[in-house]
């Protein structure tokens, strides 16, 4: 089946612009996560999702990042006013249970954000 | 917090085996292990549980850890198509279940 699908795979700002992220997850799957990976580093936590609800968004960086998944399956990842240390790739990945101790993620390719 | 795994870089020739160690200060449910190839997603190769049950690949192994909160991946008889950069990820007892936090990353270069 279908994997996990984010748009668009390249996006460049000019600093200051507003920018949405979309992330497509596999049909089904209840939880749904934000990661931001930073050029040869780990992917970074932003948040969390549980179907629509967002029940952990401790990692978001600032106000300026904002999440959405209204129906509970695709989800919107917006960053205001973007700033050069936004740039980043911005992983999307979801999971079949609502617990991640015994369940796999899965990731989509990411959105390479560059801000200029 | 953040995992810290060791080597941060292994340069192998095809057939040669390797081991990538994942420890963490927290105690631990489960530790995932991640394989992510430049420009690519990360893909999910093995989870193992506290008490032993493992979930995932059949051609890689690992082991856990759980007193010394520390996990070990094994790549036997590389191949080419193990290159790439290897990231565990941990659940931690006393935090949320359904947070991951990754390690630090193995960069895994196999040459012919």
């Known amino acids: 089946g279908a994997g996990v699908s984010q748009s668009p795979r390249y996006k460049v700002a000019k600093r200051g612009q507003d920018v949405a992220l979309r992330c497509d997850p596999i049909?089904?799957?209840?939880?749904l996560f934000w990661y931001q990976q930073a050029l040869g580093q780990g992917p970074e936590f932003l948040t969390y999702?549980?179907?629509?609800?967002?029940?952990?968004k401790s990692g978001l960086p600032s106000d300026r990042f904002f999440a959405e998944r209204p129906e509970g399956s695709v989800s919107t990842l917006k960053i205001q006013r973007t700033q050069q240390e936004d740039s980043a790739v911005y992983l999307c990945?979801?999971?079949?249970?609502?617990?991640?101790?015994?369940?796999?993620?899965?990731f989509g390719n990411g959105t390479r954000l560059t801000v200029t | 917090q953040q995992p810290v795994q060791s080597p941060q870089a292994v340069i192998l020739r095809e057939g040669e085996d390797a081991v990538i160690n994942c420890s963490s200060s927290k105690a631990l449910y489960s530790v995932h292990w991640y394989r992510q190839k430049h420009g690519e997603a990360p893909v999910f190769l093995m989870i193992l549980l506290k008490g032993g049950e493992q979930k995932g690949h059949d051609k890689i192994s690992a082991s856990f850890n759980e007193k010394k909160q520390q996990s070990s991946l094994y790549l036997t008889a590389s191949q080419l198509s193990y290159s790439g950069t290897y990231f565990c990820?941990?659940?931690?007892?006393?935090?949320?279940?359904?947070?991951?936090?990754f390690g630090t990353g193995t960069l895994l270069a196999v040459q012919p």
């Open positions: 990945a979801s999971s079949s249970l609502r617990d991640l101790y015994n369940s796999p993620l899965h």
């Open positions: 990820g941990t659940v931690a007892y006393g935090g949320a279940t359904n947070k991951l936090i």
């Open positions: 999702f549980q179907n629509e609800a967002q029940l952990d």
């Open positions: 049909s089904g799957h209840v939880s």
